[in-house]
């Protein structure tokens, strides 16, 4: 089959461990004939040295003739990169906003999944997880508190300020069905998370659920309130399967569940629209701390390449490979520095990308 990809290499690690994504997917193209043509895109830092804003319309437009977006990281070290003298709406962040609302990213998919040989960076208990746990949130990205009306106001002489929770049916059926169709793929239990003891927005939220559900009877549907939902992800994570919520939860609760798999190095993203479009990059920034030294992990980038081809391309086998690629250059002992343990195998970027492209 063949496919048109949009690439953005980024900053910082971010060409470095594109590469290597690239490298993988070319495996993948060898073994099953697939052809994938890719179109170089600008954003952030890298857009603002050629144009001076972080992404530009003919930019926008390219991706939209895109099959899908695969990016490595943007941004730079805040307090030395000259991009963040520029007011903030030129900054390589902003970039980032702009490409997602502009093609309509409302569904943000983040997995937490504990591989075996990582296990002894994982902070909890061996006994709490004795076979792991591999989740996925499914976070809402374009409402909420964080799209809402806001403002700060002086009070009658004191200083006071207003965020707006706001969410519609439409909003909420949408990323429901998005997690209920995911659900499907794997384990078939959502567990929607909200505040519904108190918000009237989530209430709103379980209401919408519900109806959602009742189109998926293979799902089973829990409801959970983010506060239980904070403990349980520390206390028991193997509970979870797909975990639904809205912006702001979406926001602490998947830093909280990558945090619990160890490693920031390994953790892939989705951010979909509401066709089979989505925009794939790796949870971790641009690390300009270790830029060009080939010291960063690739395996982030990789994974959300595998993202891609399970959801925007309907490439399941050929996702199922890479992951698998992964999981056996992790069993032979190959590490990059910052998943390395006694005993193991240091590798570089370049070595990494290198052996799970073999892999396939
Ligand atoms: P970061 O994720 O870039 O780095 C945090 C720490 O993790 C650093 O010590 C870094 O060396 C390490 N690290 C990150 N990815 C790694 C990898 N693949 N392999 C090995 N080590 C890795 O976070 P930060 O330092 O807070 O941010 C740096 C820049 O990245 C900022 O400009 C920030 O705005 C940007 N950022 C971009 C994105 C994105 O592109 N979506 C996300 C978060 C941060």
Redesign the pocket.
């Known amino acids: 089959m063949e496919f048109k990809i949009g690439l953005i290499r ?5 060409p470095e ?1 594109a590469e290597e994504a690239r490298k993988v997917l070319d495996a993948v193209c060898r073994k099953y004939g697939h052809t994938f043509n890719y179109s170089e895109l600008l954003l ?2 890298a857009s603002i040295d050629v144009h001076g804003i972080p992404l530009t319309d003919e930019t926008i437009e390219e991706a939209r003739t895109c099959d899908a977006v695969l ?8 307090a030395t ?1 000259p ?2 003298k520029l007011e903030p709406s030129k900054r ?2 902003a970039g ?1 906003l702009k490409i997602r609302k502009e093609l309509g990213l409302f569904a943000n998919l983040r997995p937490a999944y504990l591989y075996n040989e990582l296990k002894g960076a994982c902070p909890i208990k061996d006994s709490l997880i004795p076979d792991g746990f591999d989740m996925i949130i499914v976070r809402e990205l374009t409402g909420g508190l964080y799209f809402g009306d806001r403002k700060t106001y002086d009070d009658n002489g004191v200083m006071t300020a207003v965020d707006t929770l706001k969410y519609n049916e439409n909003e909420i059926r949408r990323i429901a069905r998005r997690a209920f169709e995911i659900a499907m793929k794997r384990r078939k239990k959502v567990t929607s998370v909200d505040k519904a003891n108190v918000l009237d927005s989530s209430r709103l939220w379980r209401k919408i659920t519900a109806e959602v559900a009742a189109d998926f009877p293979e799902v089973t549907l829990e409801n959970m309130l983010v506060d239980n939902c904070a403990m349980q992800l520390v206390r028991n994570p193997a509970q979870f399967d797909v975990i639904l919520t809205e912006n702001m939860f979406g926001d602490i609760l998947s830093d909280e569940a990558s945090m619990v798999t160890g490693s ?2 390994m953790l892939s ?1 989705a951010s979909l629209n509401e066709t089979k479009f989505g925009l794939y ?10 830029a060009g030294m080939s ?7 990789i994974l959300s390449a595998a993202m891609m081809l399970r959801y925007s391309l309907d490439l399941d086998r050929e996702a199922d490979d890479i992951e698998e690629a992964v999981k056996k250059v992790l069993a032979e002992g190959y590490r ?4 390395m343990a006694e005993g193991m195998k240091l590798t570089n ?1 370049v070595e990494m990308g290198n052996l799970i492209a073999a892999e396939i």
């Open positions: 980024g900053d910082g690690i971010g461990i952030g830092g990016m490595g990281s943007i941004g730079g070290d805040a990169s991009w963040y390589p962040e980032l920031i190095g993203s990059e790796p949870s971790h920034g641009s690390a300009p701390d270790i010291l960063a992990n690739p395996i982030a980038t990059t520095q910052d998943i970027t």
